[in-house]
């Protein structure tokens, strides 16, 4: 079936029916809007098992996700979404931009649970966007961004217990959201290592695609135990 959209991580392919797509997880990794790039071998292949796992939890949890089936270790059968072009992060833990800009050191527990928008835009390097600015870029309501907001908080309290059980601190993760044929809000996109920062909770070991960002080594290692923990 013909090829609709490459990213930098997955391909999306149109199936037989108008309203699903599937979705291929590779191997390739990038940073820092693409400029650093590798390989991380079997990445595709957690990242569909993790996210498969994590949208059905989600499902589980009334949480509505574009996810449909797994069709194998590297497919995803999803719905159609037109997406946000907002990236809508979620953080437990200080860690990453939230560090950078603020000054608070990473691994600073918070209270509640901080939220942000990115604008999803390559070319600009997705960068942080306030309310105003996402009204003044046309990206969506107040309406809707309080509606993201209240979204991403929701799907926050669902998977901190899921990982906690396996000894797992979700510090933070970004999620993309769009609308489907019948006009409902779901979330699409991924979950996975590559979309979260996952720290174990005994040792404090980063477990997720920060390890590849800077360099920290045994980042397949980090993606099996990933792998082997979400499927437990
Ligand atoms: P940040 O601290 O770099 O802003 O990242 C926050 C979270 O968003 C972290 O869990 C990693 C995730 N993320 C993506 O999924 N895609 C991206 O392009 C970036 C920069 C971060
Ligand atoms: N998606 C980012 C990239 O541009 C990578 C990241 O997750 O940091 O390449």
Redesign the pocket.
């Known amino acids: 079936m013909p090829l609709l959209y490459e990213g930098k991580a997955k391909r999306v392919y149109s199936t037989d029916r108008a309203d699903e797509v599937r979705v291929e997880f590779t191997d390739a990794a990038t940073a820092f809007n693409g400029q650093k790039r590798a390989e991380i071998e079997m990445k595709g292949v957690v990242n569909a098992a993790v996210s498969a796992r994590l949208f059905q939890w989600l499902g589980e949890h009334s949480i509505e996700t574009h996810f449909v089936e797994q069709l194998d270790d590297r497919n995803l059968l999803v719905e159609r979404l037109n997406m946000v072009a907002l990236?809508v992060?979620v953080?437990n833990w200080v860690?990453?931009?939230?560090n950078q800009r603020t000054g608070i050191p990473e691994g600073t527990p918070m209270d509640d649970p901080v939220v942000e928008f990115y604008y999803k835009n390559d070319a600009l390097g997705?960068p942080l966007l306030n309310d105003d600015h996402i009204r003044l870029l046309g990206l969506a309501s107040a309406d809707l961004v309080a509606r993201l907001r209240q979204e991403g908080l929701r799907v926050n309290q669902v998977l901190k217990p899921f990982f906690l059980q396996r000894n797992l601190v979700l510090?933070?993760?970004?999620l993309e959201f769009g609308w489907n044929s019948a006009g409902l809000l779901k979330l699409g996109d991924e979950i996975s290592p590559?979309?979260?920062?996952i720290w174990d909770q005994t040792s404090g070991e980063r477990l997720d695609?920060d390890r590849f960002r800077r360099d920290l080594g045994r980042v397949e290692d980090a993606y099996q135990e990933i792998l082997r923990r979400v499927m437990n």
């Open positions: 990236e992060v953080r860690a990453g931009s939230l997705d510090v933070d993760f970004k590559d979309t979260c920062r695609k």
